[in-house]
């Protein structure tokens, strides 16, 4: 541990990172930028091929990205490859893989167990693994451990050391909050913990808590749970402003002026790779025990269920026009889960689009950051009978709505992010109706 610690602190240790999607490929680049050698792993070859040619395959709005990637990799401190074989020299290896859960809501770990399978067999001795992977409270213990010592052959804590540091990461902030936001550091033992901190004092300028593993686990799982059951109060208050006739934009406003009060946002859904998926992690982490869960199960049903309310707006706005969904066109803005962000991951625009064909509807998508969905935007909604706002991008955000109804069939425009509920004025020329407002009386035929 001492001369890995030595090796950490002169920049001479040898790193690589398995995984170079959202979060490994900038992790990668910025400890290649403090200077280390970092080797990549990406199972899709096209990937390796693009970072190799110092080209970033992440899209949308992702600032300073591309250029750190083409410098690090220029610079000969950066390189991906397919092949476990290159990590014989490793002294630290970073995973950083997918860890989804199914329909039952059970963790699949398929790719950290293929990531531990194919690493373990070219593990040298004294090499530091740390998973970066958001994972279930316990799996550490249970899963990672037991099975990195048997591909691998050796001990933990004798002959590897082991610990997690789960990511805080977003699409469109990935090297600002690499840099910028506190990690919880979570070691096998203090050492262990202590080593990651002097390890990631290198790319971190806030602060790294070292700890163990069961609590970094249950910090990354319960901060993401924290904010879904947020969401999932505001998404409530959405609908009862719509009921009794209120509006939720200024109910939160002025909800928040209270001190100690932060009402989040309410809107058409809740997408990701994490919010949808970490509560059910933390939940899973007392699979057996006898807690009774109540609030995490209750939070992910209204998150859900908010693109089928989109659904029932659309379908009232049409009705007071005399139209139904069946046949209608109906142009869906934004198909990414997030603002200026190509990540398509869980999105609530796909159980949009997946319920209105169901009704017979035909969706016809638009998104400036998703490949198949680009175009020019008013060309794609001509003739659309209305249109459904599902992601804040900010070609929709400067959209003058009077010119989106002037190619609409019908001015009928659903917010399902609100971000036009202040926009509109006396004499507007279409049908607006905005989650957690009460629905409009009547179309302004143009």
Request: proline letters at 6%.
């Amino acid at each position: 541990m001492e001369e890995l610690r030595k090796k950490i602190d002169n920049k001479s240790a040898k790193l690589a990172v398995i995984g170079l999607g959202y979060v490994g490929l900038p992790v990668a680049a910025l400890f290649a930028e403090a200077g280390f050698d970092v080797c990549g792993i990406e199972i899709r070859g096209d990937r390796v091929d693009l970072i190799n040619q110092g080209k970033s395959p992440i899209e949308g709005n992702e600032p300073g990205l591309a250029a750190l990637l083409s410098k690090v990799v220029r610079a000969g401190r950066l390189n991906a490859t397919t092949d476990y074989q290159v990590l014989r020299d490793r002294d630290v290896i970073l995973i950083d893989v997918e860890t989804p859960v199914d329909d039952d809501h059970i963790p699949q770990y398929d790719a950290l167990r293929k990531s531990i399978d194919s690493l373990g067999p070219v593990l040298r001795n004294g090499a530091l693994v740390i998973v970066e992977s958001t994972i279930a409270p316990g799996t550490m213990n249970d899963m990672v451990q037991p099975l990195l010592e048997e591909k691998s052959g050796k001990k933990i804590n004798h002959d590897l050391y082991l610990g997690n540091c789960p990511e805080r990461v977003m699409p469109g902030k990935l090297l600002q909050n690499l840099e910028s936001v506190s990690r919880v550091v979570g070691g096998m033992t203090p050492e262990t913990a202590q080593t990651m901190v002097e390890l990631y004092h290198h790319i971190v300028k806030a602060d790294l808590d070292p700890t163990d593993c069961i609590t970094a686990e249950l910090v990354k799982t319960t901060e993401n749970a924290y904010r879904d059951i947020q969401i999932a109060f505001a998404n409530e208050v959405a609908l009862i402003c719509e009921a009794v006739g209120g509006d939720v934009w200024k109910v939160r406003e002025l909800v928040n002026k209270s001190p100690g009060r932060q009402m989040h946002l309410p809107g058409a859904g809740v997408g990701g790779h994490c919010i949808p998926k970490d509560p059910w992690l933390l939940a899973y982490g007392v699979k057996g025990k006898s807690v009774p869960l109540r609030l995490i199960p209750a939070a992910r049903a209204v998150n859900d269920s908010m693109p089928d309310h989109i659904v029932d707006l659309l379908q009232s706005a049409l009705a007071i026009a005399g139209l139904g969904l069946q046949d209608a066109r109906i142009a869906v803005l934004g198909y990414s889960y997030l603002e200026e962000s190509d990540d398509t991951r869980n999105s609530p625009s796909e159980v949009l689009v997946k319920r209105l064909r169901e009704l017979g509807a035909s969706p016809v998508i638009h998104d400036p950051f998703v490949e198949q969905y680009k175009g020019e935007l008013l060309e794609c909604i001509k003739s659309c009978d209305a249109a459904v706002i599902m992601v804040a991008h900010t070609i929709y955000q400067k959209l003058d709505l009077n010119i989106l109804a002037s190619r609409l069939h019908h001015p009928i425009i659903v917010d399902g992010r609100g971000i036009h509920h202040t926009t509109r004025g006396p004499g507007a020329n279409y049908s607006y109706q905005s989650v957690g407002v009460k629905p409009t009386p009547q179309v302004t035929q143009t």
